[in-house]
């Protein structure tokens, strides 16, 4: 810009105070343009170290990877409690519908008010529909997670007043992602529920669990609900190595249970959207895709798909997976899975990719 030689100083300053004015009216209407290409409000997240960017951090419970290798390819390569190399599904939502890169624990003790008004995560890795599956791990439950939900939604209030909070919370999008411990960690491993149920009668047993869940969820004002559905858990490198026999085949009554609770929560799903006029349920698949990119690792430019990253990649997981017991593969990104339970950040991408396409239409509608 041209100064004038003769401009007096008190007219400089006026002028820099005017261009000051200008920059931040224009900052102010990227945010906001920003703001308003978010298809939703808010992400609002329940369920297990799938979806827990760091809840877990803060209990007591050794179901934790707030340590080195953990976060190697995460911002700053830090480690945040996040049970992968790096983003997690709830992170990849929430910046694929334009809310915000990445979405916080809800009991990460650096969180600030504002952070809520986007939305957060409640998940503590090793929780179940089942409340042994949380009891057993010392983990927040699905109860306690509805509990911390409740204090989360009078925090809204008290930081944008009620409009604002009934606004996030019936027009976010509420993800809930658990199930898979109570298969691995909880019917198989032990005997106390597989004396009490059969196969059947357990799906049965996680999908009342589910459907209490869901039902206390809209009590409290949620309309907009993606259900992920079970992995084929049996395919996991820890699975494999524990229950796969000989050659590490996955293992074939893990995945009947998740198939069989899949299809269950399904027709659950359904019956309770025609309950609930006004309230969308969506049930998210995920099962399928993992199992062709487990089943057809080259298909995606993967090469390894039966082994972890971290380690031997046969049982290495959380604890087990640390800086001075386990080495990490040379590249993470030619594995489908990071931890022997847990995908790397490369195999969730496509995973979040195929289940938004998928849902999109139902989602912003």
Not at 60 to 67: E, G, H, I
Not at 189 to 214: C, E, G, H
Not at 280 to 289: E, G, P, S
Request: contains cysteine; negative net charge; glycine residues 6%.
């Amino acid at each position: 810009m041209f100064f004038p030689m003769k401009l007096r100083v008190p007219q400089v300053y006026l002028l820099l105070f005017f261009l000051l004015i200008v920059h931040f009216d224009a900052l102010t209407l990227t945010q906001k343009s920003d703001k308003s290409s978010a298809l939703v409000p808010a992400i609002i997240v329940f369920g297990d170290s799938i979806v827990d960017p760091g809840n877990n951090n803060v209990i007591n419970t050794l179901v934790k990877c707030d340590f080195p290798p953990y976060g190697i390819d995460f911002v700053d390569q830090m480690p945040t409690g996040r049970f992968c190399d790096g983003r997690i599904p709830s992170d990849l939502i929430a910046s694929k519908l334009g809310v915000k890169e990445l979405l916080p624990a809800y009991l990460d003790p650096n969180l600030e008010p504002q952070d809520l008004l986007t939305g957060v995560s409640f998940a503590s890795g090793g929780a179940g529909y089942d409340p042994i599956t949380s009891e057993t791990a010392h983990v927040i439950s699905m109860d306690d997670q509805l509990e911390l939900y409740k204090e989360y939604q009078e925090k809204l209030r008290a930081i944008g007043g009620d409009a604002i909070a009934e606004n996030i919370i019936s027009k976010g999008l509420h993800v809930i992602c658990v199930g898979s411990d109570d298969i691995a960690n909880t019917y198989f491993p032990t005997l106390f529920r597989k004396l009490q149920y059969d196969i059947p009668s357990y799906a049965d047993l996680v999908v009342n669990y589910a459907s209490r869940f869901f039902q206390e969820l809209i009590k409290l004002g949620a309309r907009k609900i993606g259900i992920v559905g079970i992995p084929p858990i049996g395919c996991v490198p820890s699975q494999r190595t524990l229950a796969g026999g000989l050659f590490r085949e996955c293992a074939p009554f893990h995945n009947q249970l998740a198939e069989l609770v899949n299809s269950k929560l399904n027709q659950e799903i359904q019956r309770l959207g025609s309950i609930y006029q006004g309230t969308l349920l969506v049930y998210i698949n995920i099962y399928d895709t993992l199992l062709d990119i487990i089943q057809n690792p080259d298909k995606y430019d993967f090469e390894v798909a039966t082994n972890g990253c971290c380690g031997t990649g046969l049982l290495e997981v959380s604890i087990l997976c640390n800086s001075l017991t386990s080495f990490v593969c040379a590249n993470v990104s030619d594995h489908v899975f990071w931890d022997s339970y847990h995908p790397t950040e490369r195999a969730y991408q496509i995973l979040v990719d195929v289940a938004i396409d998928d849902v999109l239409p139902l989602i912003i509608s």
